[in-house]
């Protein structure tokens, strides 16, 4: 079957370093992809997105790398604060009303 | 108005209780959503609503019930829930399908008990 992401992982950085988050995917069909944050008791927020025809798109402190070869998707968080701490899920679509969701990596940012 | 609003935010019920979980957005969004989050473990589709007609259902159990009375409004009637049903649900809005992105209410903490 399809799937998105890891195994849940944690990631520990050191306030104001960068962060990397990773997502990979197996549906080739997908051509659209978010990434969200969910912080404890809330519910995902969207941080940014990338369509299939871009490898790199930036955003304010966030970029998200696309590579299409090898189906890896990952968002980079620059001088990461301790507001960053959360939950971090990647999320795909072929073009329909169903996004497949990875099972998501927490992010502790260490201070 | 940017928001998808979920009431209640948390709610505990009986195995024999009927309930209902409500959602509500003014973004003019057309396709709204149910989601079910287990702890630390991602969003699982259950319902979507196009156009206020459901078009799609996850083969979730009969014991949760959609409803879209109209492009605001989303409902999840409960009905003879099992303690494994406590989760958090979300509701979901997007503009359409495909490459426009959701918004999420911050969700209704479910307890069966």
């Known amino acids: 079957g399809e799937s998105v992401g890891l195994h849940l992982p944690t990631l520990s950085v050191q306030e104001g370093d960068n962060s990397i988050i990773n997502c990979a995917y197996s549906?080739?069909?997908?051509?659209?992809f978010i990434w969200y944050k969910q912080e404890s008791g809330k519910g995902p927020q969207f941080i940014i997105d990338?369509?299939?025809?871009?490898d790199k798109r930036q955003g304010q402190r966030v970029t998200v790398l696309l590579n299409k070869t090898v189906k890896h998707l990952s968002l980079q968080i620059a001088a990461t604060q301790p507001g960053d701490s959360a939950v971090y899920f990647c999320?795909?679509?072929?073009?329909?009303?169903?996004?497949?969701f990875g099972t998501g990596t927490r992010l502790k940012v260490l201070a | 108005d940017t928001e998808v609003t979920q009431t209640p935010k948390h709610l505990v019920m009986g195995m024999t209780n009927k309930k209902s979980l409500k959602c509500e957005q003014h973004?003019?969004?057309?396709?709204m959503y149910w989601y079910k989050q287990k702890a630390k473990k991602p969003p699982e589709l259950m319902f979507v609503?196009?156009?206020?007609?459901?078009?799609i259902n996850e083969s979730v159990p009969s014991r949760f019930s959609p409803e879209c009375p109209n492009s605001s409004l989303l409902n999840l009637h409960l009905h003879a829930l099992q303690p494994e049903d406590s989760a958090l649900y979300l509701c979901?809005?997007?503009?359409?399908?495909?490459?426009?992105?959701?918004?999420f209410g911050s969700g209704t903490r479910l307890t069966v008990v």
């Open positions: 979901a809005s997007s503009q359409g399908g495909g490459e426009t992105g959701y918004t």
């Open positions: 549906n080739s069909a997908s051509d659209y």
């Open positions: 990338i369509r299939s025809n871009m």
């Open positions: 999320a795909e679509t072929s073009g329909t009303y169903k996004y497949i």
């Open positions: 973004m003019g969004h057309r396709a």
């Open positions: 609503y196009s156009y206020e007609k459901l078009s």
